[in-house]
Structures are given as structure tokens and as C-alpha cells.
């Protein structure tokens, strides 16, 4: 075989060839561009599905602390306390407090705790 006709033969499959390569190139990143896309949208919809979750895991923990709330309130009713002055029922926290001999008296009112007057 020549060497003319050698060039033409293999210079046609070479072309050839390289449309080949060419192509599955091209095949290879569109295939790369939709695997990106995929991942992307992956990633968008974990973050949507984790905000989900976090907002549910606040609503739960709302909801725990006022069913805690609920419950302490009734406990709070039940533990009254009694003025050392008149005997009227207080709620705790409003009240007046002073020492008296080593004792803390409890009082419904800063006027309860003025008239007060211990038996000594």
C-alpha cells in the first residue's frame, strides 16, 4: 500500500474517531451538569426538611412547657400560705416577710406586717 492511499484511508477513520470522542465528551458533561443538579436539589430539599424538623421540634418544646406550666400552676394553688397576722390565704410570692426571733413570718401586706405584734 501506498503512502497516499494510506492517508486517505486512515485520515477518514481518524476523523472518524475523533467525532466519536467528540461526542461522548459532550455526552459526559450533560451527564456531570444533571448529576450537579441532582446533588443540588438533594441539598435544598435536606435543608427544607431539616427546617421542618426543627420547627416541629419547637413546637413540641412549646407545647411540653405549657402542658409543665399547666401542671405547676394547680400545684401552686395547693400549697397556700396564710397570713401570721389575720389568717388570710396568700399566694406565694405576694406576700411581706420579716424575722421575727430567728423565725420568718409570712404577711399578706406591709400594713398586716406594721400591726403586727408577737406574743412575747
Known amino acids: 500500500m501506498s503512502a497516499k492511499r494510506a492517508v486517505r484511508r486512515y ?3 481518524a476523523r472518524g474517531g475523533a467525532k466519536q470522542i ?3 465528551r459532550s455526552k459526559i458533561r450533560k451527564v456531570e451538569r444533571r448529576l450537579v443538579e441532582d446533588v443540588v436539589s438533594l441539598e435544598r430539599s435536606a435543608v427544607r426538611k431539616a427546617k421542618r424538623v426543627e420547627k416541629a421540634a419547637v413546637r413540641g418544646a412549646k407545647e411540653g412547657g405549657r402542658k409543665a406550666l ?3 400552676g394547680h400545684l401552686a394553688k395547693d400549697t397556700t400560705l396564710f397570713c401570721d397576722n389575720c389568717g388570710r390565704a396568700m399566694r ?3 406576700h411581706v416577710s420579716r424575722m421575727f426571733g430567728g423565725h420568718e413570718l409570712r404577711f399578706c401586706s406591709a400594713l398586716c406586717s406594721a400591726k ?3 406574743d412575747l
Open 92 to 94: 406565694p410570692g405576694g
Open 11 to 13: 485520515s477518514g477513520k
Open 116 to 118: 403586727y405584734r408577737p
Open 22 to 24: 467528540a461526542r461522548s
Open 70 to 72: 399547666r401542671g405547676a
